[in-house]
RNA sequence: GUGGGUGUAGCUCAGUUGGUUAGAGCACCAGAUUGUGAUUCUGGGGGUCGCGGGUUCAAGUCCCGUUACCCACCCCA
């Protein structure tokens, strides 16, 4: 291998055509499904001024504190722009701008594309990675909480997934609660703050949250006893709780309540929720979501209730490839987009100019897949490059067929060949098509 | 940011205790009587063994450095 050859950055990949079947899959089952829910699709830049992020996401999340692949103002005074490391925050800004809060605050919208994250890579964790997510504005029903995490679920349900899934969800309260909370962790955690970790340490002040999902064993067993949130939440947060966990059990789904879900991001409100998948360990978790009842105000809007999801397509592949999904036939479809179809062939030279004429017919009849030899091969060498590449048809002209303007038409898994005249031609080969 | 592993043809890899012109399979190209795809057979192109330095009569093989990738931790998707 040349040393000097480019690759793609670290933490990127490339998709060549057989790669992109399967991703192929992914994107239309979403698009697919997004439909039945009745969610649109909506596109916002790939990069957004740093403030959107840093202030949405929260100063002192990892996201923004070390993740985010800035770019700092060109000159004195003009702006920073970061590529999103999320598609939530972008969407909600998508709305203000939009006039959406006045005009038409009800609106479902699902987002489809490429996220940035200056991590180091590891399995299942790229810098660019694709992310299938639902963003409902505009109502505060703990009912659509449940018709998201429903959503969700089908989606994996789609792609073959079975009982394995486990939705885990949680409360985080309205701020209010999480004030009076944080309050509380605060005092509790003081007294024996010398006895934990560093991070903790520094985080106490900052984020005192952040303790409560802190891994090292001696820091854990100190959170043992913390106050919950759950004795602090008020009258209206916990029944949008209970009412979200029993809308969700009416429709046939288990969640389990996990006051462990923190989720990593300063926006969430009252729901919040992960869909894991067991069996990959420490990163089980393929989507994420919740409630940030408060984002619209924050990016600008008049206040504006919201709940949403995110799906990583990267953990969701590694998912699916333990489980041997998908089944093959959900993948056929599109891979026979890689395959010809119908391959002209050339007997000699002279017959070159007829091909590529036939060729052009045959695509402007609409007729899928057709190709033909450019590197000037033998017939013996076209018809195994016909084969090689999945042709059913291949459509010949010698010196002969053209003396009786007719095509040769072969089938490719019978070997039957016949001579058809040009003006059967079309019918004649779209017949052989349908076998 | 911390730690571990790996780096030989386009791909997957083999290369014995350091020893002569570095191999295989697959892929690719061409041919096996003149207009036809299986299998088979024959031939061919392609590698300064990631890079730099060191040890040695001699290094793909040992040592050091460096770089890239992979994996784990942190965190997340």
Redesign the pocket.
């Known amino acids: 291998?040349?040393?000097d050859a480019y690759?793609s950055?670290?933490?990127t990949r490339d998709l060549l055509p057989e790669e992109l079947v399967r991703v192929r899959f992914l994107e239309e089952t979403a698009r697919d499904l997004a439909r039945t829910f009745h969610y649109q699709e909506i596109r916002t830049p790939l990069f957004e001024e740093t403030r959107l992020f840093s202030r949405s996401l929260g100063e002192t999340s990892?996201?923004v504190d070390k993740e985010m692949f800035t770019v700092p103002p060109r000159v004195e005074g003009s702006l920073s722009y970061s590529f999103r490391p999320e598609g939530t925050a972008p969407a909600a800004r998508a709305y203000v701008q939009g006039g959406c809060p006045a005009s038409a605050p009800y609106q479902k919208w699902f987002y489809l594309g490429p996220m940035f994250?200056y991590?180091?890579?590891?399995?299942?964790?790229?810098r660019q990675?694709t992310?299938f997510g639902v963003e409902a504005f505009g109502a505060n029903s703990p009912s659509l909480d449940a018709e998201v995490v429903d959503f969700a679920l089908r989606f994996f349900e789609e792609l073959g997934f079975g009982a394995e899934l486990e939705v885990r969800v949680n409360t985080m309260g309205d701020p209010e609660d999480r004030e009076r909370w944080k309050g509380q962790l605060h005092d509790y955690f003081k007294p024996g703050l010398s006895e934990r970790c560093s991070d903790c340490q520094s985080r106490i002040e900052r984020n005192p949250f952040r303790l409560l999902?802190?891994?090292v064993a001696q820091c854990q067993k100190l959170n043992e006893g913390a106050p919950s949130l759950r004795s602090e939440l008020a009258e209206e947060s916990a029944a949008h709780h209970a009412k979200f966990v029993a809308t969700l059990e009416a429709l046939g789904r288990t969640p389990k309540d996990d006051p462990g879900i923190v989720?990593?991001?300063d926006y969430y409100t009252r729901t919040v929720f992960e869909i894991h998948y067991p069996p990959l360990g420490?990163?089980s978790?393929?989507?994420?979501g919740g409630r940030y009842d408060g984002l619209v105000e924050e990016v600008g809007g008049t206040p504006t209730p919201a709940v949403g999801f995110?799906i990583?397509f990267?953990?969701t592949e590694i998912a699916m490839a333990e489980l041997g999904l998908p089944k093959p036939e959900a993948l056929e479809p599109f891979q026979r987009d890689l395959q010809t179809q119908v391959y002209c062939v050339a007997?000699s030279e002279e017959d070159r100019l007829a091909t590529t004429q036939l060729a052009s017919q045959l695509r402007a009849a609409r007729v899928q897949g057709v190709d033909l030899d450019y590197r000037n091969?033998?017939?013996?060498?076209q018809?195994?490059e016909?084969?090689?590449s999945g042709a059913r048809v291949v459509a010949?002209i010698?010196?002969?067929?053209r003396a009786a303007s007719c095509v040769?038409l072969?089938n490719?898994?019978t070997?039957d060949?016949k001579q058809v005249p040009e003006s059967d031609l079309l019918t004649e080969l779209l017949a052989l098509l349908e076998e």
Request: a positive charge.
């Open positions: 291998m040349a040393s690759q950055p670290r933490g990892d996201v994250r991590e180091r890579p590891q399995k299942g964790r790229e990675f992310q999902d802190c891994k989720r990593g991001l420490a990163r978790a393929l989507c994420g995110a990583g990267t953990a007997v091969k033998s017939v013996k060498a018809l195994k016909a084969a090689k010949l010698g010196p002969d067929e040769c072969r490719m898994r070997r060949e």
